[in-house]
Every structure is written in C-alpha cells, then in structure tokens.
C-alpha cells in the first residue's frame, strides 16, 4: 500500500520552543492516527482524525487533518523534556482489517 | 494490568533456531495484530487475526513465519530457521471490533536478535 511520509526525519529543539511533524500522503486517506513511541518503548495512541479540516486539540497538542485528507499535521506547543520520543501517523486503509500502515517518524530531541 | 502483554521481552538465539513469542491481547478486544518495527523505522504489518481467523498475511511473512491465535484469546507467532534479517522488535496489538473505534493497544514487544 501507499506509505505515509513525515518530514522532518529528526528535529532538535530547546526546551520550551513549538515542534510540528507533517505526514503526507499521495491518495486520500479515509483517517489518519497519530502515535508516539518513547525511546525503548512501545507505540502509544494518541489520536485519530476523520473529517476533512478537522482539528483536535490535547493539552499542548494540535492535530489537524487537511482539507483535501491527504496530509495531517501534529504541533507541540512550548515543548517538554516529556515530549521526547519518535511521532508517528498511520492511516488505516478501508477494508475489513483496520490494519495500520505507518510513516516514516519523526523523531523529536528536546535539550533542557 | 489490563493492557497487552508480550513474551519474552528479549530472545537472543543463534541463527537457524527456532523461536516463539506469545502476545496476550486486551481480553475484549476481537482484532489482533503482530507488527516488525527495526531500528529507525515505523512498525510493519505482519498479520490480523480476528478471533482465531487469520484474515490476513503481509508480504513480509515468509513461509518461515507461522502465526495461530488458536482460541481467539491469546496468538503465538513462530520464526523457523531464524536469519540475522529477522533481527527487530515483534509488536502486538489488539483493538476493539467497533468499525468506527481503529485504536491499536500496543504490548511492548519482544525484542529479537539472532547472531
């Protein structure tokens, strides 16, 4: 299927400074999920998104869906040594599975 | 804990062996999952179960690789005759059977290193 890509690949930023991570997609996606992973951890759902133009906050956390459902941003704001970890999003294909297939990550540094 | 458990967390074995892993969904959860994720990528689908039905197979899983989920409760996922290749981290995953709900609950997986 159709990967998912994320720009950046790596981002390092002072403590306290935004970040955003951007996936992009070739086709329309039907939804697309937005994971962390902590270093040595496992993949954490953090949200998912349906509808053309939506936008979900969490805490310090905006996620938007585009308009054309082909890209999806994720932006921290004021960023924590908490923050740190790689940010994934996954679009799950329409079809019976749900299965998930994942961009290429962003992994975020945050220097104290 | 009701989350998803994995076992081992850690396999070394030599190249050629066999190895097993078990993954313990969350017990209301229909759909399972095992995924591969290698170092500096996101994770790849390998397989979907739901209940004990196997309905789908990645491209990825070799006739090397077998997975059962025999009582639609927990899955075990078999490598035979294991290659330095196979080296990664197995992830789990369960979701709920709600069409509209696609959350996957990840175990932390069993990292594999064959030398």
């Known amino acids: 299927g159709q990967q998912v890509m994320q720009i950046p690949q790596y981002q390092h930023v002072q403590e306290g400074e935004d970040f955003t991570t951007y996936c992009n997609s070739s086709?329309?996606?039907?939804?697309i999920q937005w994971y962390k992973q902590r270093p040595g951890g496992h993949p954490v759902f953090l949200i998912q998104l349906v509808k053309s133009g939506e936008v979900k906050k969490q805490k310090r956390l905006t996620f938007q869906f585009g308009e054309a459902k082909k890209n999806s941003s994720l932006h921290i704001t004021a960023t924590q040594t908490t923050d740190v970890g790689t940010y994934f999003c996954?679009?799950?294909?329409?079809?019976?599975?749900?299965?998930?297939?994942f961009g290429t990550g962003t992994l975020l540094a945050v220097q104290p | 804990d009701t989350g998803v458990s994995q076992d081992p967390r850690h396999k070394i074995t030599k190249r050629g062996q066999n190895v097993t892993f078990r993954c313990d969904p969350i017990s209301e959860h229909n759909r399972l999952y095992w995924y591969r994720q290698t170092l500096g990528q996101g994770p790849e689908f390998l397989t979907y179960f739901q209940n004990e039905a196997q309905l789908e197979k990645s491209r990825l899983l070799s006739d090397r690789f077998s997975a059962e989920r025999p009582k639609g409760s927990f899955s075990t996922l078999e490598i035979q005759r294991t290659e330095q290749g196979d080296s990664a981290m197995y992830l789990c995953a369960s979701s709920p059977s709600d069409g509209q709900n696609t959350e996957a609950f990840f175990g932390q997986g069993t990292r594999l290193t064959v030398v």
């Open positions: 086709t329309t996606l039907s939804n």
């Open positions: 996954a679009r799950a294909p329409r079809g019976a599975t749900n299965k998930l297939i």
